[in-house]
C-alpha cells in the first residue's frame, strides 16, 4: 500500500492569518475568544468566541469566501489532476440566514455544492470535489478518506480544505442547547462549563510518497493511520464509556501497525464540556492504561471550529512533531477528577514519532488520526 505523505499546510484561525501565527500564539498560551461583534450577542449568556478580524463580504457572498481566500493565499501549486475533499458542517449559513431575513444573498451558495465549486475553479481543479460532514469529526474523516484515496492508488495526490463560521444560527443552537461557557473554553479543567465556538480553516496538500520524492518534496510529516466508529448512544451526547473512540483509535493504531507505547502525545477533542470531556479522559485510560501521555486541546485558544477542528489540528499537530514541543491547553487550570494525564498551561515537550489526534461529534460520531513525524 502506499505511504502517505502531507507536503503542504495551511490555517486560518481567529488567532491569525497563517499556521506560522496561529503557532507562535498557540504556544505563548494566548486566546482568541472574546466578545463577538459580528452581530448581536446580548441575547444570550455566553457572548464570546473566537471570530477571525476583518471578514469582509462582497456582492452580498458568504463570508467563508473571504476566509476561503486568506487560507489559500500562496498556497499550492498543485500537482496535476490532484483531487479535492472537502469537510465543513454548516458552508454558506450566513447566506441562508441573509435570505431568511428578506436581505439579498447568492442562493446558489446555500447547498454545500457551491462553495464547492468556488473551491475547485479558485484552485484550479478539474475534480468537482466531495463534502464530508460529519458534524465535528467532518474534517479527521476528510483526512482520512484523503489518505485513504492515496494509500489504494484511486489517488496520487489529495487537497483536503476544511472551514466553518461563526454565525448567528449556530450559536443561538449551541446556546439553546446550554452548551456554551460564558468565561470561555477550560478543557479538562475541573471548572469546565462548556465550549466557546470558534471560526477557521484549514487546507493540508497530500501526496503519494513515492511520487512526491521522486519530484525531490520531502514532506511534513505522514497520515499513517486512521479509524473512525460511531457510539450510537444520544443525538448530542457521548457515550459515557468511551465506547466509541476507543474502537476510532484502536482501529487508527492498527491502521498504523503501532500500539499504546508508541504513542508522543494526545490533541484530544477537548471542548471543555462536561460529558465530551469526561468522555475522552476514559477512553485514553482504556487504551492506554498506566501510561500518562501529553495531552492538550486547541479549543480554549481558538474556539470549537466545528468542520474546521480536525484539519487545524492535523497541521498543528504535524507541527507539534517537527518542534517535538505540545502546544498549551489555554483556558486550563485546575485539572478534572480522575483526569491523570499530563494537560498544562505552558508547552510540553515531547519525544518520539506518533502524535494521535482524535475528534467527536453529535450523533455519536468519533474519528482519530495517527500522524507520524519525518525523521531527524
Known amino acids: 500500500m502506499n505511504e502517505v505523505l502531507v507536503t503542504a499546510t495551511a490555517s486560518v484561525t481567529g488567532l491569525g492569518p497563517d ?31 473566537s471570530w477571525i478580524e476583518g471578514l469582509e463580504s462582497r456582492e452580498n457572498r458568504s463570508l467563508l469566501y473571504p476566509l476561503l481566500e486568506r487560507l489559500l493565499d500562496g498556497f499550492g501549486p498543485l500537482p496535476p489532476d490532484c483531487r479535492l475533499v472537502t469537510a465543513t458542517t454548516k458552508g454558506c449559513i450566513d447566506t441562508f440566514e441573509r435570505v431568511r431575513k428578506g436581505l439579498p444573498g447568492v442562493i446558489g451558495d446555500i447547498p454545500v455544492s457551491g462553495p464547492l465549486r468556488w473551491l475547485a475553479s479558485r484552485m484550479g481543479l478539474n475534480d468537482p470535489g466531495v ?15 484523503a489518505a485513504a484515496m492515496i494509500e489504494s492508488g484511486r489517488a496520487e495526490a489529495v487537497v483536503v480544505v476544511c472551514m466553518d ?9 449551541f446556546s439553546a442547547l446550554q452548551a456554551l461557557d460564558p468565561a470561555g473554553c477550560r478543557p479538562f479543567d475541573r471548572n469546565r462549563n ?15 510518497a513515492e511520487a512526491a520524492r521522486g519530484k525531490g518534496i520531502r514532506g511534513i510529516g505522514s497520515v499513517v493511520g486512521w479509524g473512525a466508529a460511531n457510539d450510537a448512544t444520544h443525538v448530542t451526547a457521548p457515550a459515557r464509556d468511551g465506547c466509541g473512540l476507543i474502537q476510532a483509535v484502536r482501529q487508527a493504531m492498527g491502521k498504523a501497525s503501532i500500539g499504546p507505547g508508541d504513542i508522543s502525545a ?7 464540556t462536561v460529558y465530551n470531556d469526561e468522555m475522552e479522559v476514559t477512553a ?4 492506554f492504561g498506566s501510561r500518562r501521555v501529553p495531552l492538550n486541546s486547541l479549543k480554549g485558544a481558538i474556539g470549537h471550529t466545528l468542520g474546521a477542528a480536525g484539519g487545524i489540528e492535523a497541521a498543528v499537530g504535524l507541527r507539534s512533531l517537527a518542534e517535538r514541543t505540545l502546544p498549551p491547553t489555554a483556558g486550563f487550570r485546575e485539572p478534572m477528577k480522575r483526569c491523570g494525564f499530563p494537560v498544562s498551561p505552558l508547552p510540553q515537550p515531547i519525544g518520539g514519532r506518533y502524535l494521535l489526534s482524535t475528534n467527536s461529534g453529535f450523533g455519536g460520531i468519533n474519528a482519530a488520526l495517527i500522524l507520524k513525524g519525518n525523521s531527524q
Not at 463534502?131 to 478518506?145: D, E, G, K
Not at 462548556?194 to 501526496?207: F, I, K, P, Q, R
Open 194 to 208: 462548556g465550549l466557546s465556538l470558534g471560526e477557521g480553516g484549514a487546507a493540508l496538500l497530500m501526496m503519494n
Open 284 to 287: 485514553f485510560e482504556a487504551v
Open 165 to 173: 463560521l461563526v454565525s448567528e444560527f449556530v450559536f443561538s443552537g
Open 266 to 272: 494526545i490533541n484530544a477533542h477537548g471542548t471543555g
Open 131 to 145: 463534502n464530508i460532514s460529519s458534524a465535528c469529526a467532518s474534517s479527521t474523516i476528510a483526512v482520512a478518506r
Open 19 to 49: 499556521l506560522e501565527t496561529t503557532w507562535r500564539r498557540l504556544l505563548a498560551g494566548e486566546t482568541a475568544v472574546r466578545p463577538i461583534r459580528r452581530f448581536d450577542a446580548c441575547p444570550y449568556p455566553a457572548r464570546n468566541a
